[in-house]
């Protein structure tokens, strides 16, 4: 089975501009979760989708979007790139219910979208 | 609210000797606890999770963590340390719903 791939895996931006990053999720798994990962700030959730609709976001401003697809596909979105935009940011899908959460369901890891803002 | 606070940044040990890394969790529901190692240049792999079931968590590459509520921890530890275990390796706390904190992470480096 194909895990969760990431594209495109780097990125170079400049100030102002915006970005779309795209990531999809192993087959079966309903959930996809954003994360942005900085050596200052370390791992950090954006937000999370379940069919299609987002279940939980995390304190980003609301230049972080994203949406997912009927496929489970998601894409991130962030507008008026700013310097500390800088940073890994991570897919991740997990296999679990529309009652459920992911308390309790592993999440499996994308390789990350390096995305550099100059 | 919840929390988690991985006590060490930096570990370091030599090969064959046993491995400590530590968590703290705070969560006002019944936490899962999840412990994730990233190599470098490569995704986080899930190496081990508890969920309100057994304390004594077995994981992958010979990893276990205890689950100790009184003391609100949960260190990961393995008996013999390999060169291969060098990574970063991150403590995780879900709880009350869908969103996941993950601790600051702790850098393993293993000395030959």
């Known amino acids: 089975k194909a895990g969760v791939t990431q594209t495109p895996r780097y990125l170079i931006k400049t100030r102002g501009q915006q970005v779309t990053l795209s990531c999809s999720p192993i087959?079966?798994?309903?959930?996809v979760s954003w994360y942005q990962q900085t050596p200052g700030q370390g791992l950090q959730f954006l937000f999370e989708y379940f069919s299609e609709t987002q279940r939980n976001k995390g304190n980003f401003p609301g230049r972080f979007s994203g949406r997912q697809f009927s496929n489970s596909r998601s894409e991130m979105n962030v507008s008026t790139l700013e310097l500390g935009d800088s940073a890994l940011y991570l897919c991740?899908?997990?296999?679990?219910?529309?009652?459920?959460?992911?308390?309790?369901?592993?999440?499996?890891f994308g390789p990350g979208t390096r995305l550099t803002v100059l | 609210a919840q929390s988690v606070t991985q006590l060490d940044s930096h570990v370091s040990v030599s090969e064959g000797t046993p491995v400590l890394l530590r968590c703290n969790y705070s969560s006002s529901y019944s936490p899962s606890l999840f412990w994730y190692v990233q190599h470098p240049n490569k995704g986080l792999q899930l190496l081990l999770k508890y969920t309100s079931a057994a304390t004594l968590v077995k994981g992958i590459n010979g990893f276990e963590a205890e689950f100790k509520k009184s003391e609100t921890s949960f260190h990961l530890t393995k008996p013999s340390a390999h060169m291969s275990d060098a990574a970063e390796y991150f403590c995780?706390?879900?709880?009350?719903?869908?969103?996941?904190?993950f601790g600051a992470g702790t850098r393993l480096f293993v000395k030959a």
């Open positions: 991740a899908s997990s296999l679990t219910s529309a009652s459920g959460s992911l308390s309790y369901n592993e999440q499996f």
């Open positions: 995780v706390v879900t709880s009350g719903g869908f969103k996941t904190i």
């Open positions: 087959s079966g798994h309903r959930s």
